[in-house]
Nanobody
Framework: QVQIAESGGGLVQPGGSLRRSCLASGTIIRLYDMGWFRQAPGKERELVAIMSSGITTNYGDFVKGRFTISRDTAKKSVYLQMNDLKPEDTAVYYC???????????????WGQGIQVTVSS
């Protein structure tokens, strides 16, 4: 079994910063891509940032240099540093990790529980 635990959301004023963390635990043979998604009320879930095991990154167009994804594979963790937050960044942010949990089987995607990030004065 694989578990994904997130931390680091909350309320922040416009222009502020938050750091999200995501830790995988359980039976893990190999880690692949790690990423962050978000979903605002009434909207579809969208990509925030993703990092491959080869450290290639891809960001949503709205990020515009404000967010940085990083990972520590040895710690089975991925992080999202969010700077210059705007009210339109308000959403539930989800971690997603692609993990091989059994030898010889394809990697599966595992989601974190999601944590609310609210940007408001």
């Amino acid at each position: 079994q694989v578990q994904i635990a997130e931390s680091g959301g909350g309320l922040v004023q416009p222009g502020g910063s938050l750091r999200r963390s995501c830790l995988a635990s359980g039976t893990i043979i190999r880690l692949y891509d790690m990423g962050w998604f978000r979903q605002a009320p009434g909207k579809e879930r969208e990509l925030v940032a993703i990092m491959s095991s080869g450290i290639t990154t891809n960001y949503g167009d709205f990020v515009k240099g404000r967010f940085t994804i990083s990972r520590d594979t040895a710690k089975k963790s991925v992080y999202l540093q969010m700077n210059d937050l705007k009210p339109e960044d308000t959403a539930v942010y989800y971690c997603k990790q692609w993990i091989m949990s059994s030898q010889g089987t394809p990697a599966q995607a595992y989601w974190g529980q999601g944590i609310q990030v609210t940007v408001s004065s």
